[in-house]
C-alpha cells in the first residue's frame, strides 16, 4: 500500500539552530503537503502546508520545499526555540478518496536551551 | 479557529464495557475523522464520515462503530471494550474536498480499558 517515510525520528539539536526533517511517499497522486505540530497532551495542529504546484513555502521561521519528481518535501525550522520541541508529522493527501490522508511516523524533536 | 472538542480528556473502562467516545466541531464541516495512536504505529484511521449519516471504513475498524446523527458530532463506539483499544483517540474534522484541506484534531481521549 502507499506510505510516508519520515527521518529521522528523533532531532535533538541547539537553541537557535537549525532543524530538517524529510519525508519520502510512494503514491504518485499526492497533491496535497500539510504539516503537523503535536505537543504533550494535545491534537497535532496545522503548521504549514503545501501543494503540488508550489515547489518552496515559508512562514517566519519555517519552510517547506517539495520535489514531486523525486515524491520527496522536507521541513526546514530555522532559529529553533525550545517551544518549537514537539513531535512533526508530515501527510500527503490525494485525489479524492477520503481515506487517502497518510501519515508519516513522526520526529521527536528536542531542542535544548 | 475551527475548534474540535472531545469531550473527555482520560477514560477508565472495564473489559467488557460499552465505551462512547464524543466529537463536536463547531465549523461545519463535511468531513470527520477517528484515528488511535499508539507508540511506534503513529496514526491509523478507524473511521471517517462525509456527510450526516453516512460512514466509512478506515483501516482498523475491526472492534469500532461510529454514528453521525448531526453534522457538528461523531461518536466513536466501542461495543465490547477490551485491553488491545487502550489508546489515545483522536478525533478530526476537514471541509470538503479534503483532498486540498488540512485536518483540525481535536486534543485527544485517552481510554484506558482495565
Known amino acids: 500500500g502507499e506510505n510516508v517515510e519520515q527521518h529521522p525520528s528523533t532531532l535533538s539539536v541547539q537553541e537557535g539552530d537549525s532543524a530538517v526533517i524529510k519525508c519520502t511517499y510512494s503514491d504518485s497522486a499526492s497533491n496535497y503537503f500539510p504539516w503537523y505540530k503535536q505537543e504533550l497532551g494535545k491534537g497535532p495542529q496545522l503548521i504549514i502546508d503545501i501543494r503540488s504546484n508550489v515547489g518552496e513555502k515559508k512562514d517566519q521561521r519555517i519552510a517547506v520545499t517539495l520535489n514531486k519528481t523525486a515524491k520527496h518535501f522536507s521541513l526546514h525550522i530555522t532559529e529553533t526555540q525550545p517551544e518549537d520541541s514537539a513531535v512533526y508529522f508530515c501527510?500527503?493527501?490525494?485525489?479524492?478518496?477520503?481515506?487517502?490522508?497518510?501519515f508519516g511516523p513522526g520526529t521527536s524533536l528536542s531542542v535544548i536551551p | 479557529d475551527v475548534k474540535v472538542t472531545q469531550s473527555s480528556r482520560y477514560l477508565v473502562k472495564r473489559t467488557g464495557e460499552k465505551v462512547f467516545l464524543e466529537c463536536v466541531q463547531d465549523m461545519d464541516h463535511e468531513n470527520m475523522f477517528w484515528y488511535r495512536q499508539d507508540p511506534g504505529l503513529g496514526l491509523r484511521l478507524i473511521y471517517f464520515?462525509?456527510?450526516?449519516?453516512?460512514?466509512e471504513k478506515g483501516d482498523i475498524p475491526e472492534g469500532y462503530s461510529v454514528s453521525r446523527e448531526k453534522k457538528e458530532r461523531f461518536s466513536l463506539i466501542l461495543e465490547s471494550a477490551s485491553t488491545n483499544q487502550t489508546s489515545m483517540y483522536l478525533c478530526?474534522?476537514?471541509?470538503?474536498?479534503?483532498?486540498?484541506?488540512?485536518?483540525?484534531f481535536g486534543n485527544g481521549t485517552r481510554l484506558t480499558v482495565t
Open positions: 478530526a474534522s476537514s471541509p470538503f474536498p479534503t483532498r486540498n484541506s488540512p485536518l483540525h
Open positions: 501527510v500527503t493527501q490525494a485525489g479524492t478518496s477520503y481515506d487517502k490522508v497518510i
Open positions: 464520515s462525509y456527510d450526516v449519516k453516512m460512514k
